[in-house]
């Protein structure tokens, strides 16, 4: 096993950088350019000298594997964060024999390849570093700590006793085995299947805390929508004017709204019109409406139709409250727009409340395979409890569903369940 | 002028247990000249454990060495006493045939199948050595002096290799009870520095049968329509008989408590690894201690033997213990033991050594089969000799290897488990093992396997000609299904529920919802009922899983293409950074031979395997 090393910190000028080394070689490494602190865990400050020259003075510390990042043996240098002092302690580094440059996500790959972190968490750990809102990051960090594979490492074991259970009335037909198990596999597959329904719930929505929510603002021409994104935004986003039919491409203003990331859109003005262009755009308008997360409907006149059937949780306001009293907020004066943001957040933060720890598509794909499998076994446990290899054969696949997002399956842990279950043995 | 060395044999089989005649018949049947030691010719064919033949998963492998047109299905059927098809109320892919089995009948139609093969010479005597030249093994010496030279030699040497057999605080070296084990072949084959492990199994006192009450007793009779293991046999040939149940109770369990520090197992004595699916009676005593009686099977040995083997009780306690639990069982009362219970321990060679044609990775011309390798039961070893004895004949003759993969048989998953994953415990097949089970079936053995032993060559005109047979009523019948057209209220007429679409189905489509049988689509359509039953019931049973097996398709080709990448003997797993070095160990000792074995490595993870294939391509392009 070849020992990398690399700036694990952001390339450029920074207050402190760190260098991280790793691999069996990690410890000789570095003493070749300082005395490494023999206690583990516990930094010290060295003197990094190469050639007889001190290239800088570091904080050091070292962590004796498997307790380290990448399992192996690893040795950081916390440095100054200058160009020349980065460069010169790497390119120290690049002349010791034995020792290579890491390849970009090297470090993460051998953490998965040591069993320090399962796929997902290495999803978790690229989310943590995207996060820019304080949703993301906690959904980031508890896909991190692991809390999805703990929680298809549990689905996964009720369903291997599940399966151990018929595999136990196929294989042992012959022994001192239970004869009906149905009631405890369709108590176990009752289970997992609530759980994964709220997973899969939270899934959807979780895609939007790392992608953003998208809140679309529709409305007749000259509504105001505009005006609204600009206040929303405190800034000129999108071009303003007193001639209708001016928002033609969709504007984007991105939002925190309590951590949630939100991306509100501006849409062209939806209007019947001969207008090639403008009929393009109030297409592209409507169908973005439709497909954005929540809607806010905004309204001349408190009679007027809107532009498009208002779901139940979509927001409908009238505005120009400067112009007409009935109104209920306005994008000139700013009233009502706080209320409007509130009730924005509030629906999305609703939303965000259910979210659980599956957060990816692929988490998602899986997640649903594992369900379906799991819907057809109940059936069939129902209506022909015979066919027990059939049974079995939906288990194995929802089990294998699972084990796609973290692990892999084994036949002898189905096995092991039986045999520390049953006397087997006649 | 070229001298060509005159060799005695083409293939030397060591062992006539039940994996060294399957290995001789299949290696004459392919065509080579077979020589078959062993201690004692009417040895050939024993049953030294319990005397029944299939099961689950066995029943299957017993099938499919029939298919390949091997001797142990046709002589369990002629030895059959009792015949039952477990799993009858479950779906046919989880069916296994097993039989009751008369010890001497079998014995005397074993020796007779193998006597009855020109091709094969038995020799009686001890092995001690082996020829070799090189790296290769090219014969046998025996204890008395003599050599025979083979290019090819087949070990099948059971639990003979440093067997000892504990009774109580008694132990003996003994390959079985009144053999001796083989010490200096053991000693010899240490030299090859092969890894070796013990393991351990066990036997229950032989009752005799004029003792036991079976007036007390509940009977369990066999089918009244028995399956058969070869597809060539028409019927039983032997009387029918019933076997008994009993039960243990609370007073067997307390006599065996309180003797456990005399049982070898718990004395300390043995330290071979003993079947989780087979545990002696102290075992389950100790380890469900809740349960207040366990089910003893009697099952008589022969129709004029004696002798009665209690199923479930097998032991390694000393005899007056035996005796004292025995009387204490219901109608048992005045049983006598004509042969007390023992365990044996014994060394097998990690099969991970092993190519998956059994052969020695490190030493050419010799092959392993049955409980050398790890394994247990008759039937596990059976089929491993099957596929050593056809390798080594192909090994003399120069002929294509016989391969068999998981997607295909379960002999090719117990073989890709062996030589894979090595063993824990002594391995036994089960139906769960196989991830197509669903396709590998015992009633389509023949379908899935006599063409591919027709391309081996392992298959007689005989079977060739009964297989084609079928094969031509077997398509006509589904063709005739398939240009039936059954609208949804037809079928509605004759008790069939199907969706309302629109659609017709076709017969075929009909016949692969569970609830619906071809008599009732011959109720339809009664021009098909001329089909034969045999027939009929094959298609609903080929029918019944198709929607299943065409989702395992993808997972068959994904299979296939792993296995299509075949890795070097010497691929460098040093060489390979980003490897734990568990993994690269466990790696090391496999030696897999394409990646989609590397895949099935215990611990294996995606990402290493995507490091195995990028080495893998670039050392294509390297030779490119």
């Known amino acids: ?276 262009i403008e009929t393009l755009g109030v297409e592209r308008a409507l169908a973005r409406a439709h497909a954005a997360d929540l809607r806010v409907i905004l309204l001349d006149k408190v009679d007027d139709a809107p532009v498009l059937a208002p779901l139940p949780e979509d927001i409908v306001v009238v505005t120009k409250s400067d112009l007409h009293p009935k109104a209920d907020i306005s994008a000139i004066s700013g009233e009502g727009i706080e209320g409007l943001i509130e009730r924005v957040t509030d629906e999305l933060a609703g939303r965000a409340a259910c979210v659980g720890v599956a957060v990816r598509e692929r988490h998602r794909t899986a997640l649903t395979r594992a369900n379906e499998g799991l819907e057809f076994a109940q059936d069939r446990l129902n209506t022909s409890p015979e066919h027990a290899e059939l049974i079995a054969e939906d288990l194995r696949g929802a089990i294998r569903a699972l084990e796609s997002l973290v692990g892999r399956i084994d036949i002898e842990h189905l096995l092991d369940e039986i045999f520390s279950s049953f006397c087997i043995g006649k | 002028m070229f001298h060509v060395k005159h060799r005695d044999t083409d293939v030397i089989v060591v062992g006539g247990g039940h994996a060294g005649a399957e290995a001789a018949h299949a290696a004459a049947r392919r065509g080579a000249r077979v020589v078959l030691v062993t201690f004692r010719r009417d040895g050939i064919g024993v049953m030294s454990c319990n005397p029944a033949i299939g099961g689950l998963g066995k029943g299957h492998l017993v099938r499919e060495i029939d298919a390949l047109d ?326 003399a003759l120069g002929l294509a290897a016989a391969h068999f993969g998981r997607e295909n048989s379960y002999i090719g998953v117990m073989i890709d488990d062996l030589v894979t994953r090595g063993v824990t415990e002594p391995y036994r097949m089960f139906t769960s093992r196989a991830e197509f089970r669903l396709s590998l079936r015992a009633d389509n053995a023949d379908q899935r396997l006599t063409p591919v032993g027709i391309d081996i060559g392992c298959v007689g005109t005989m079977r060739q000609d009964v297989f084609a047979a079928k094969m031509s009523a077997l398509s006509s019948g589904r063709q005739r299904l398939d240009s039936i057209w059954i609208s949804a209220p037809e079928a509605a007429n004759a008790g069939i529920r199907i969706a309302e679409d629109g659609t017709k189905r076709s017969g075929t489509d009909l016949l692969s919802f569970a609830d619906v049988e071809f008599a009732d689509i011959a109720g339809l359509r009664p021009a098909i009922a001329d089909i034969s039953e045999e027939i009929q019931d094959q298609l609903k049973r080929d029918a019944l899983y198709a929607n299943y097996i065409e989702r395992q398709r993808r997972d068959v080709e994904a299979l296939r293409k792993d296995e299509a990448h075949p890795l070097p003997l010497d691929f460098d797993f040093d060489g390979l950074s980003g490897l734990s070095n568990e993994l690269r160990q466990k790696l090391k000792k496999t030696r897999p031979a394409t990646l989609g074995q590397a895949g099935r490595v215990e611990g294996m993870t995606p990402a290493a395997l995507t490091l195995i294939l990028a080495r893998l391509r670039q050392r294509e392009r390297r030779h490119v």
């Open chain 1, 1 to 276: 096993m070849d020992t990398i090393f690399a700036l694990a910190s952001a390339r450029g000028k920074s207050g402190v950088a760190v260098i991280r080394i790793s691999g069996p070689k990690a410890t000789s490494a570095a003493s070749s350019l300082c005395d490494v602190p023999r206690q583990n865990r516990r930094a010290a400050l060295r003197k990094l000298r190469s050639n007889g020259e001190t290239l800088e003075v570091a904080l050091v510390l070292r962590f004796s594997g498997p307790e380290s990042f990448t399992g192996e043996d690893v040795v950081e240098f916390h440095i100054h964060g200058s160009m020349a002092t980065t460069a010169a302690v790497l390119g120290a580094l690049s002349s010791i024999d034995g020792l290579r440059l890491a390849e970009p996500g090297e470090f993460t790959r051998r953490a998965l390849e040591n069993e320090k972190l399962d796929l997902a968490q290495v999803e978790g750990l690229a989310d943590l570093i995207e996060a820019e809102t304080e949703a993301q990051r906690r959904q980031a960090q508890r896909v991190l700590s692991g809390a999805l594979g703990r929680l298809a490492e549990g689905w996964r074991s009720n369903l291997i006793r599940a399966a151990a259970l018929i595999e136990a009335t196929i294989d042992f037909a012959d022994e001192d085995v239970p004869v009906d198990v149905t009631p405890e596999v369709g108590a176990l597959i009752r289970e997992v299947r609530s759980e994964l329904g709220a997973e899969i719930k939270g899934a959807a929505v979780a895609e939007r805390i790392r992608e953003g929510f998208e809140v679309a603002i529709v409305g007749p021409p000259n509504v105001g929508k505009s005006t609204l994104l600009n206040a929303l935004a405190g800034r000129e986003a999108a071009i303003t004017s007193e001639i209708a039919g001016t928002t033609r491409d969709i504007i984007e203003v991105n939002m925190d709204l309590r951590g949630l990331p939100v991306t509100f859109l501006d849409t062209a003005g939806v209007r019947p019109t001969d207008d090639k």
């Open chain 2, 70 to 395: 091997g001797v142990m299905g046709r002589v369990a059927d002629r030895a059959g006493i009792q015949f039952r098809l477990l799993n009858r109320r479950k779906g046919p892919a989880v069916q296994g045939p097993r039989a009751q089995a008369d010890r001497e009948i079998y014995r005397t139609a074993m020796g007779a199948e193998i006597a009855a093969r020109p091709e094969i010479t038995v020799v009686e005597g001890e092995v001690t050595d082996f020829l070799m030249r090189g790296d290769r093994v090219e014969g046998v010496k025996l204890s008395d002096g003599a050599a025979i030279s083979a290019k090819a030699t087949v070990l099948t040497t059971g639990t003979f290799l440093r067997g000892v057999i504990h009774i109580g605080d008694t132990s003996r070296p003994g390959g079985r009870i009144g053999d001796r084990p083989s010490v200096r072949l053991a000693d010899r084959i240490d030299g090859f520095g092969l890894p070796f492990g013990r393991l351990k199994t066990g036997t229950p006192p032989r009752l005799r049968s004029g003792s036991i009450n079976w007036g007390v007793l509940e009977d369990q009779p066999g089918d009244d329509r028995p399956t058969l293991f070869s597809f060539l046999s028409k019927g039983v040939s032997a009387k029918q008989i019933s076997c008994g149940i009993t039960h243990t109770n609370e007073q067997t369990h307390k006599i065996i408590r309180e003797n456990l520090a005399r049982s070898a197992m718990y004395g300390g004595q043995i330290d071979g690894v003993g079947p989780r699916y087979c545990p002696s009676i102290e075992d389950k005593v100790v380890r469900f201690a809740d349960k207040v009686s366990h089910q003893i099977f009697l099952e008589p040995e022969g129709l004029t033997s004696d002798l009665v083997y209690p199923n479930g009780i097998s032991t390694s306690l000393p005899e007056d213990v035996q005796w004292a639990y025995v009387q204490s069982i219901r109608g048992l009362e005045r049983a006598e033991i004509a042969q007390p219970g023992y365990a044996i321990e014994y060394d097998y060679v990690d099969p991970r050594a092993l190519t998956h044609q059994l052969c020695l990775k490190d030493i050419a011309g010799l092959y392993f089969a049955g409980q050398i390798n790890g394994t247990t039961g008759y039937e596990e070893a059976a089929a491993q000799g099957l596929v050593a004895g056809l390798n080594a004949a192909g090994d």
